[in-house]
Structures are given as structure tokens and as C-alpha cells.
């Protein structure tokens, strides 16, 4: 398959899986081993493509960051209250991106080949499909944002940092650990998109750096990165606000049968030899 053609398909699932608890970074791990090059376009392009959806969240919920970020600047200089709950989102944004800043930089080698194995990917789709299930099943919904306290923030960013490893899904993570928490559906959706700014901005712009430094191997061009990315993030808002309008009234439970079924056909097609592993 064309090079160019593999780079926009990638584009487009990682921005139809990037919001949705479903793990795009699987789904790109899945997509580029069906398109028959048999090359894994890595965790650094993975990387670089997030910068796009991670866009989309920044233009869509940028009236809310300039709010948080103006409330969070003035609270500092004793402008307004410092337990304003504005400025005090910021904080927990902050702390609750200690824990993937650290577990990234301590696993950087396993992230990059040990846990990309597909072996791996189809668990983690099963095993963080059924626990998002049942923590959104039993969680009660008592909380919003304002209502967030630090050892929640840590639990969230605790969360947030296990989609370290393809199949786990970033969204599906954070969010399950709101719902386990107790916070209603939108509110934890909208803390994880958030919260995955400065992670994902931070792991982007990193690859990005290496890359141009010449470390490590690259599937796609500069271009065809430059073209996946745009794409990523023009599907991405676009799922952005479908998502955000159907979780205020539906459940998890569509993703859940979704993320079961597709790791029980990853395990039988590993099984069979029909895809490689690693």
C-alpha cells in the first residue's frame, strides 16, 4: 500500500479512537499491521499524531483552558481566592500529570517494544473494557470538577499514565477512574481531555524533538507525518463534540462490547498466525 495513503488512514483512526475509551494508540497498532507493510509506525509517530487531536481539544475547549489558566495565573498572585475552583483545576491539571511524566520516563524502552506487542494490546482491550464497564456501572454520580480534591487529581493522573501501554486507552482510563470516584460522566470526560494536554503535548514535542535529531527509526516522512496529523485533528473535534453530546445521556456500555469483542478476534488471529505479534 502507498506510503501516503497508509499516513492519512492512520490519521483519520487516530482521530476516530483518540477521544473515545477504546485506545487509539491499539487501534493504529491493529490498522497498520492489517495494511499488510508489517511495520509498526512506532510509538515516537504515535507521539507526533496525538499532537493533532490534542489540537482539536485545545480549540474546542479553549474558552475553559483560558478561564482555568486566567484563574490559576491571578489565584498565584492573590488576584482572586486561591481555592477558586478555576484556579484550582489548574493545579490538579498539573499534579495530575506527575505520575505519566514519571512512569514514562522510567519504562521509555518497554513502551517502545516490549509493550507494543499485540499479545499485550488484546488483553489490555479486554481487561480495561470490562473494569471500565463495572466501575461505570457501580459509580455513584455525587461530584463534579469543582468538587475535586488532590488525592483525586493523583488517582486521575494515576490512571491516565497505565495508557502508557497500547490498549488501554487514555480516556477509558482517567474517565473509569472519575466514574470509581464518583464523578458524573461529562465532568470526568471533560477533567481526562484536560487532563491529557500537557502529557500529550509534552510526549509530542519530545518525539518530535528526537526525531528531528535523528534518533531512532521512521516508518512515514516528514510530509506524509505533517498530512497524518492535520487529518488526525480535523476528524478528532469532530468526535470531540459528538462524544461529549452522547455521553451526557448514554453509558459505556457500546465501547465495552466493542473493546471485549475486538480483543477475543486479536487473540484468535495471533493465535492462528494470521498477524504477527511484534
Known amino acids: 500500500m502507498d506510503t501516503w495513503l497508509e499516513a492519512i488512514i492512520l490519521g483519520i483512526v487516530q482521530g476516530l479512537t483518540e477521544f473515545l475509551p477504546i485506545s487509539s494508540s491499539a487501534h493504529l497498532r491493529i490498522a497498520s499491521t492489517l495494511m499488510g507493510t508489517g511495520k509498526d509506525p512506532g510509538a515516537a509517530f504515535t507521539a507526533i499524531l496525538q499532537l493533532g487531536t490534542e489540537t482539536a481539544v485545545l480549540i474546542y475547549f479553549l474558552p475553559d483552558i483560558a478561564h482555568i489558566i486566567g484563574s490559576w495565573v491571578k489565584a498565584l498572585f492573590g488576584r482572586i481566592p486561591r481555592r477558586d475552583p478555576n484556579a484550582m483545576l489548574g493545579w490538579f491539571i498539573i499534579v495530575g500529570s506527575i505520575p505519566i511524566v514519571v512512569l514514562g520516563l522510567l519504562f521509555q524502552d518497554q513502551i517502545e517494544t516490549v509493550f507494543r506487542s499485540l499479545w499485550i494490546v488484546a488483553t489490555t482491550l479486554i481487561v480495561f473494557g470490562i473494569l471500565l464497564g463495572v466501575l461505570d456501572l457501580l459509580g455513584k454520580r455525587i461530584y463534579r470538577l469543582r468538587d475535586m480534591r488532590w488525592g483525586q487529581a493523583l488517582v486521575f493522573g494515576t490512571a491516565q499514565a497505565l495508557a502508557l501501554v497500547p490498549g488501554v486507552s487514555r480516556s477509558g482510563a482517567t474517565i473509569a477512574a472519575g466514574r470509581a470516584l464518583g464523578f458524573e460522566r461529562p465532568a470526568a470526560a471533560r477533567y481526562s481531555f484536560l487532563l491529557a494536554l500537557p502529557a500529550v503535548f509534552g510526549s509530542g514535542f519530545y518525539e518530535l524533538f528526537k526525531s528531528l535529531k535523528g534518533h531512532g527509526h521512521e516508518v512515514f516522512s516528514w510530509p506524509q ?39 477475543i478476534a486479536l487473540f484468535v488471529v495471533l493465535a492462528l498466525g494470521i498477524l504477527p505479534a511484534q
Open 225 to 263: 507525518t505533517g498530512v497524518a496529523t492535520v487529518v488526525a485533528g480535523v476528524v478528532g473535534f469532530a468526535v470531540i463534540a459528538l462524544f461529549m453530546r452522547y455521553i451526557s445521556k448514554g453509558s459505556f456500555l457500546p465501547f465495552v462490547i466493542y473493546r471485549v469483542l475486538l480483543g
